[in-house]
């Protein structure tokens, strides 16, 4: 039922800004936790930031500070604006989404929608 798309991302010097968004269709957002997860090459999967159903945001420490999550449940679009970019920021991002009943999951694998993916490139 969740169908997710990203887009916004691009190559940005250090210190720059990008905006990411997501689309979901097939679903309420306001019935779920959205997250933002990014995957560089070679490492690890890592949840960066969720915000729940009642719009609570959790950041990684790897970003807070410098990235801002947000939502619209009218408009179901997620968005992840990203500032004071660094290269080790570049990775592939991903709109991901989880139906849970206790807080918003930690661990990518909490997830069980996704995205596509967009690839941000620091350089």
């Known amino acids: 039922h969740v169908q997710l798309v ?5 190559s940005v010097q250090a210190g720059g800004s990008l905006r990411l968004s997501c689309a979901g269709s097939g679903y309420s957002f306001t019935s779920y ?3 933002w997860v990014r995957q560089a090459p070679g490492k690890e999967r890592e949840v960066i930031a969720n915000i729940d159903s009642d719009g609570r945001t959790i950041y990684a420490d790897s970003v807070k ?3 801002t999550i947000s939502k619209d449940n009218h408009k179901n679009t997620l968005d992840l604006q990203m500032n004071s970019l660094k290269p080790e920021d570049t990775a592939m991002y991903y709109c991901a989404a989880a139906l849970t009943l206790g807080p918003c999951p930690k661990v990518w694998y909490g997830y069980g929608g996704w995205g ?3 690839q941000v490139t620091v350089s």
């Open 33 to 35: 936790c959205m997250g």
């Open 116 to 118: 596509q993916g967009t």
């Open 6 to 10: 990203e887009s916004g991302g691009g």
């Open 65 to 67: 500070g410098r990235f």
